[in-house]
């Protein structure tokens, strides 16, 4: 073998050799490096991302902080000035009176500690969901430090709207024992703040459909035996011929739409919260 052909193929080896060792090294150690970067890569742009929405919402925070901030530092509490159980029931009943709920005040226990001390109460009654809560709201706004525990709220049923609710809760009301705030035994002040919510959560979405005390037309036993452009003209669910027009009130709805086209008038019903829109033709 001449010695050039020798050296060729030792350079070919060598050649192999290194692009081999090259591959090797990028596929089993360096592709599973680019993987994992890649998901680092994936996850760092999530938490970007989620970094940036909580950025956009830093104006609208440090408003509502410095809001609530001032409502608290313009806003001094006090604590009652002895320990008489009808003090508390005589400010519950000022606050009532811009509330309007029917309640009941029962003393429990009174502890104390050196300088303060803490009447207990259980209160119970009932009365409108809102009028609930902004009485609830008013005892833990207004001037005296009060903490509300134990708090229950049921519903009392079908009666007026079912809008009335029944409520119970102790309340602990915190009193001066040395005359370390000195209020000259006034009466503190009452709060009534804006309900963040007056939604009725046991208002029922579907209800109990009432009666048809005033024998009003009822659509599903009624058919139309004729139509105008301005009325129309149904037999009822006692073979009576009764005169519509739109917006005249039938059982459980209204006459909403004559349509002399297609010889038909379309009624909205209320099915105990259920809007349905029933359509009747004209029976040929």
């Known amino acids: ?12 080896l060598a050649l192999l050799i290194i692009n081999g060792a090259g591959y090797a090294y990028m596929h089993f150690i360096q592709k599973a490096e680019i993987e994992q970067l890649e998901e680092r890569q994936v996850s760092l742009e999530n938490d970007y991302q989620q970094d940036a ?61 050196e300088q303060y001390g803490v009447i207990n109460s259980e209160i119970n009654g009932s009365g409108p969901y809102r009028s609930v809560v902004r009485f609830i709201n008013a005892i833990e706004y207004s001037e005296p430090v009060q903490k509300i525990n134990g708090i229950s709220l049921s519903p009392s049923g079908e009666g007026d709207g079912y809008q009335q609710v029944n409520f119970t809760f102790r309340l602990q009301s915190h009193y001066d024992r040395v005359g370390v705030f000195n209020n000259n035994n006034q009466t503190p002040d009452i709060a009534f703040r804006t309900n ?8 029922p979405l579907i209800r109990n459909v009432p009666p048809n005390e005033d024998n009003l037309p009822n659509v599903d036993q009624s058919r139309i035996v004729g139509l105008t452009g301005s009325a129309v003209y149904l037999m009822d669910q006692d073979g009576q011929m009764v005169t519509l027009r739109e917006n005249d009130n039938v059982y459980l709805g209204t ?26 033709e004209v029976q040929r």
Do not use: C, W
């Open 255 to 280: 006459l909403q739409e004559i349509n002399m086209q297609q010889g038909s008038a379309t009624f909205r019903l209320n099915r105990g919260g259920i809007i349905d829109m029933v359509t009747l």
């Open 196 to 203: 963040d919510s007056n939604h009725n959560p046991f208002f």
């Open 1 to 12: 073998m001449s010695y050039g052909l020798r050296n060729t193929l030792i350079l070919l």
């Open 53 to 113: 929405q909580t950025a956009e919402l830093v104006p609208m925070l440090r408003e509502q902080f410095e809001e609530a901030t001032s409502v608290i530092e313009g806003f001094d509490k006090t604590i009652f000035s002895n320990n008489n159980a009808d003090e508390i029931f005589r400010f519950l009943s000022l606050i009532n009176e811009g509330a309007g709920v029917n309640f009941n005040f029962t003393f429990s226990d009174s502890t104390s500690s």
